[in-house]
Structures are given as C-alpha cells and as structure tokens.
C-alpha cells in the first residue's frame, strides 16, 4: 500500500474549500486501498477514526489502519450497529473525525446507508467526500469492485464537501449518494 502510493503521482481536486475543523469523512468500500492514506494526509483537527466492520476482512483494515495511526470503532450496520453509533457519537463530542464507507460492508456497491447522514445532521456536521480515481489499476471481481492502483500510476483525489443537515434522511440519503458518485470509477 504505502509502496503504490509512494511511487503514484496524486492530484487534488479540491472542489470545495479545504474544511479543517472535525467532520464526518465519505468514500465508497471499493476504494479502501487508497482512501486511508488521503484520509491521513488531510490537516483535520482532532483524532482520525475509522469505522471498520466486526467481519475477519475488518480485522485485516483494522491493522492497517492502526498501522497508519488512524483509530478504529468495530461494527457496522449488519453487526454491532449500536455499539458504532454509541462510539461515534462519543468520538463526535470529543471534536474527532469519523470515516464511513457508507455501502459497507457487504453492499450493494455504491448504496448509503443512514450512519453518516444521520451523524452530520444529529451534530450538524458537513460530510467530506474523498474519491480516489487511478488511471491504472487492477479491479476485483467483488461486490464492491474493489480496486488498487498499480504502481507508478496517476490518482485523481477528489474531495467535496457538503451539507446535509437541514435535509431530511432519504433526502441527504439520495443527495450524498448523487454527490460521491460523480468521480467514482463505473
């Protein structure tokens, strides 16, 4: 992981101004190979928490996370569901980050669930959506498509910023899922 990123050449397309307080962070599931290093790499004030769910593949992103110094909540919205919410809203209070992959962890590939709309509009928080688009890569036969940049290549970094908490749920549901969609690979 930290070799490709290393030899990748990265462009930031910052589509919205640079939010540097603490903030619910998006991307989907099958770019998960890239999206801790940005996540990372972004000057966001507070601890970085990622959600990673219960399943043995969580256990794998859990230390690679660790790895990385971002901090994990275990569970997701097929188990331990309350347990997340519970920690995020702990997290939240605390003014640190939280990172979702909102069609995680089984699908279906670019779904959205109510985790991350529900949180931003609870503590009126703006939802920051990282996409990570490689020119070249190799792509799973997965649900999720997941996909790893090959090395050397160049990777578009998209990063938005939105508002969803004067929405209704389905609402900032359908919006989100509009929004993380427009630079996500097909």
């Known amino acids: 992981m930290r070799l490709i990123w290393a030899s990748s050449t990265k462009r930031y ?5 640079e939010f540097k307080e603490h903030a619910l962070l998006v991307g989907w599931h099958g770019e998960l190979f890239t999206l ?11 601890e970085k928490f990622g959600v990673v769910s ?15 110094g ?15 919410i519970i920690h995020a809203i702990k997290e939240l209070k605390a003014q640190n980050c939280i990172f979702f992959t909102p069609d995680g962890p089984k699908g279906p590939r670019y ?20 996409t990570a688009t490689p020119q070249n890569y190799w792509q799973f036969n997965s649900w999720d498509k997941f996909v790893v940049p ?3 290549s160049k990777i578009d970094i ?3 910023v939105v508002h969803l908490y004067d929405m209704e749920l389905e609402e ?12 996500a690979l097909k």
């Open 70 to 84: 971002i901090s994990t909540i275990r569970g997701s919205s097929r188990k331990g569901a309350r347990g997340v």
């Open 13 to 17: 397309h910052y589509l919205d101004e």
């Open 36 to 46: 801790p290093m940005i996540y990372r790499a972004l000057a966001i004030k507070g």
């Open 172 to 183: 900032g549901k359908s919006y989100l899922q509009e929004r993380m969609r427009e630079y």
């Open 111 to 130: 779904s959205i669930g109510d985790g991350a709309v529900a949180l931003a509009r609870k503590f009126r928080l703006p939802i920051i959506i990282i």
């Open 150 to 152: 090959k090395p050397f």
């Open 54 to 68: 219960q399943h043995h593949d969580g256990n794998m992103i859990a230390k690679v996370l660790a790895m990385l």
């Open 158 to 160: 998209y990063y938005q």
